[in-house]
């Protein structure tokens, strides 16, 4: 990434429809040597067409490239008797990857349709992997029905149940057991790629050991800010 790029960061309206991972891959990217799955016109990539999978996995790339792959961030402790602040620092390149698999990769080129079979509902269901399209649909979803993110989600992703009118999809969803809806969810990720940002850290305070997700916001990208407020933080609690 270059200072240019800051403007992509900075730009709330691109925050606000999900266009920024669009603008900033696309001034990061210089030629396609292998087009994989996507069918790009005129061999310019369209990061709409892109696997959410492979878009975040191409991010963690520009972020290695430009800073190294250290990555340090903090997290306050989830223990609401202790809640000290962990300072972590991991290898970006050391993140678990799972790649497409043949058959997802078949499936994706395809018509990207996928098919499971709910356990306690007992219909089939098809279902796609979310590309950057999609991606920038989520904060519409999001906005449109804060109080039903699970159901839009899944309504969303889900084409087609066996025996279920199309006007009746999104009844049906909602109708799902919790049980049917984990399923669901965990048979979207078994076919899909991409970087696994789950870790575990360990309060140096209390010592207990936590799951947190990898923190993806501006400070990610722009890590120079990140320390110059920790600098000035230190400097107005440093006594007179």
């Not at 994706?108 to 996928?114: D, E, L, P, S």
């Not at 993806?216 to 933080?233: H, K, M, N, V, Y």
Request: aromatic share 8%.
């Amino acid at each position: 990434m270059r200072v240019r790029e800051e403007r992509v960061l900075a730009d709330r309206k691109l925050a606000k429809s999900g266009g920024q991972v669009d603008e900033l891959l696309s001034a990061c990217w210089e030629e396609p040597l292998e087009a994989g799955p996507y069918a790009f016109a005129d061999g310019k990539v369209d990061w709409g067409q892109v696997l959410q999978g492979d878009r975040f996995y191409a991010l963690l790339q520009v972020r290695v490239l430009t800073y190294g792959p250290e990555y340090v961030f903090s997290v306050p402790c989830q223990h609401a008797a202790c809640r000290a602040r962990i300072d972590w620092e991991l290898d970006l390149t050391q993140l678990p990857v799972r790649p497409l698999s043949d058959a997802s990769r078949a499936a994706f080129m395809a018509g990207n349709r996928f098919e499971t079979t709910l356990p306690d509902a007992g219909k089939p269901v098809r279902f796609k992997l979310m590309t950057g399209e999609d991606e920038r649909r989520l904060p519409q979803l999001q906005r449109a029905s804060p109080e039903k993110l699970l159901s839009s989600v899944l309504a969303y992703r889900v084409l087609d149940v066996d025996g279920v009118e199309a006007r009746d999809k999104r009844r049906f969803i909602e109708d799902l057991s919790l049980r049917d809806a984990d399923f669901l969810v965990d048979a979207f990720d078994a076919v899909d790629c991409g970087v696994d940002t789950t870790l575990e850290v360990e309060c140096p305070e209390c010592f207990a050991r936590q799951e947190v997700e990898l923190p993806f916001d501006r400070g990610f990208f722009l890590p120079g800010t990140q320390r110059t407020t920790r600098r000035r933080e230190r400097s107005t609690s440093s006594p007179a």
